[in-house]
């Protein structure tokens, strides 16, 4: 178990949480990336994809990255209503209370959290959450000799109860579901729109909710240490995202 694993964090999640801490910008990463020599995140992970054929991520078709960027009409945004978690949430630097989350309805927030993480890390900028799911995504791999190979397929499960119970749903890495309403649970069963409650994960580092369809957001993200080879959440309730998820994705 690397000194990643044994913490819960990585380089890329301390960023983080600097950043809604107030004490970093996203800049302040990228100009790291810069100094090594690499200009365009987009460049390097070309040249990763053309170096390194033994990592199915790195091998395959990316996120599209740039789609979060995409912001939804006032009035999607007007309507929303976060609901109310079990922990609490720090963003620009202020640490706030569960039920203080009411406040910011309206208004668009996107939630991060990790392993053995007591609060989320909340992220009210699009473009923000946007570059540093970038920057986490190449911190990850640059480095091939550090990514694990593991004899299973990579993926994520999202199930329809807690503690991974229920009807199960499955997704490729790099893949997810941007309408779960057009996928059935089975006869007579509906379909998968606000139906996950808990999920486990294959030799990924991000699992993707969310509440709206087609990836639109507001979004909720679990980070894990790069070469974790198994995690799961056996509750989304804590993190107010039961029965909430309307699309779904993993890296």
């Keep these: 178990m690397n000194q ?13 949480k600097a950043i809604v801490s107030g004490d970093a910008e996203m800049e302040d990463g ?5 100094s090594d020599g690499i200009v365009s ?9 053309q170096e390194v054929k033994v990592d199915q991520l790195v091998d395959g078709p990316r996120p599209d990255f740039q789609a979060l960027r995409r912001s939804p009409s006032e009035r999607e945004v007007s309507s929303i209503e976060h609901v109310v978690p079990e922990v609490p949430f720090l963003l620009g630097g202020t640490l706030y209370e569960p039920q203080d989350i009411t406040r910011f309805n309206g208004q668009e927030l996107h939630f991060f959290t990790s392993p053995n993480a007591d609060r989320m890390l909340a992220v009210d900028d699009r473009d923000t959450m946007a570059d540093w799911l970038q920057y986490e995504y190449f911190d990850r791999y640059r480095d091939i000799s550090k990514a694990a190979e593991f004899r299973v397929v990579p993926g994520a499960t999202w199930f329809e109860h807690d503690y991974l119970q229920g009807a199960a749903l499955f997704s490729h ?12 649970m089975g006869l007579f069963a509906g379909d998968w729109n ?8 294959r030799a990924i580092g991000v699992v993707q909710l969310s509440d709206a369809y087609y990836y639109y957001g507001p979004f909720w993200y679990y ?5 974790t080879p198994y995690a799961e959440v056996l509750s989304l309730t804590p993190y107010g995202w039961n029965d909430r998820a309307s699309s779904v994705g993993c890296w």
């Design 4 to 16: 990643e694993q044994k913490n819960g964090t990585s380089k890329a999640m301390e960023l983080l």
């Design 30 to 34: 990228l100009a790291e990336l810069r």
């Design 41 to 49: 995140l987009e460049d390097a992970l070309t040249v990763l994809k």
């Design 173 to 184: 890495k790099d893949r997810g579901y941007q309408r779960l309403s057009q996928i059935s």
């Design 194 to 201: 606000d139906k996950i409650s808990s999920f486990s994960m």
């Design 223 to 227: 980070v894990v240490p790069a070469g």
